[in-house]
């Protein structure tokens, strides 16, 4: 149980990465409070499994895009479990178009969620940990925003903005016992590429040196180990959980 009694808040945790993040950390000792846009079923089916678990799960709705609902959330925590010591920012959408044809809604709902989301959780959960002297921050990126792709543009300044906020961070608060890392998965099998045609999948998974696309669990692995003691010495890195994909 390497998360024994720990309260971790994971955003976007009604689906995909998120979700198996969440039971994850369940799974592994940990209390934990999970933010959704809209799919309130799924956040309540998965809350029912973490109490299965023998854990407390709070779903919560919460844009990533509201800073006041997001210090709101850190607050509440603060006020019914009394402590806060993880924090993973996975929310995160597509809206992949060319350049030319990207609209300023495409870039700004894209910036907002992604990146300025990660900014509104942290902000406020880093005074929190400041405080405790303590905390742990994995924040989802993507392999986009290390070495691009076509048709996201915003996507990909999304992501990168994301490995620099994270490095930044790390350095900053490293003298607190605060540790700041990020986990970039190429392709992964969830509701944001199960979009693609059979046909363009296929050529995608060609062209992944380990020849499939990654599952969640692959994902949440490696969050596991950025959370956990084994990575104690581990600060400001990019672990890339992609079958390869960005090495070609
Ligand atoms: P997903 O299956 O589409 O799930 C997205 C999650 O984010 C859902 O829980 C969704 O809530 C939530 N969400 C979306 N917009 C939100 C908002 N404005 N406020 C709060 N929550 C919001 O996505 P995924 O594939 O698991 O991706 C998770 C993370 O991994 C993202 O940051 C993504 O960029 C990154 N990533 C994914 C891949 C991939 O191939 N799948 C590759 C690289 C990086 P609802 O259920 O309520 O909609």
């Not at 210090?71 to 995160?92: C, H, M, P, S, Y």
């Not at 969620?113 to 959960?125: I, K, S, V, Y």
């Not at 499939?212 to 692995?221: P, S, Y």
């Not at 990575?231 to 079958?243: K, L, R």
Request: aromatic share 6%; net charge positive.
């Amino acid at each position: 149980m390497i998360f024994k009694d720990k309260v971790a808040i994971v955003s976007g945790g009604s689906r995909g990465i998120g979700r198996e993040i969440v039971l994850m950390l369940a799974a592994n000792g940990a209390d934990v409070i999970f933010t959704y846009l809209a799919n309130k079923e799924a956040a309540e089916g998965l809350a029912r499994e973490v109490e299965k678990l023998g854990r407390k799960a709070c779903p919560a709705q919460l844009d990533s895009r509201d800073f006041n609902r997001s210090k709101e959330l850190i607050e509440k925590t603060k006020q019914d479990f009394g402590r806060l010591d993880v924090l993973v920012n996975n929310a995160g959408i597509t809206k992949d178009k060319a350049l030319m044809m990207m609209a300023k809604e495409d870039w700004s709902s894209v910036i907002d969620t992604n990146l300025t989301g990660t900014f509104n959780l942290t902000r406020n959960a880093i005074v929190t940990f400041l405080k405790q002297k303590s905390g742990n921050i994995v924040n989802i990126t993507s392999i986009t925003g290390m070495i691009g792709m076509a048709r996201q543009t915003n996507y990909a300044a999304s992501k990168a903005g994301i490995i620099g906020f994270t490095k930044a961070l790390a350095k900053e608060v490293a003298s607190y016992n605060i540790r700041v890392n990020a986990v970039a998965p190429g392709f992964i099998d969830t509701d944001m590429v199960s979009g693609l045609k059979e046909e363009y999948r296929k050529s995608l998974a060609q062209n992944i040196p380990l020849g499939r696309f990654g599952k969640t669990a692959e994902v949440a692995n490696a969050v596991k180990f950025l959370l956990g003691d084994e990575s104690a010495f581990i600060t400001g890195q990019v672990i890339v959980v992609d079958g390869g994909l960005s090495i070609r």
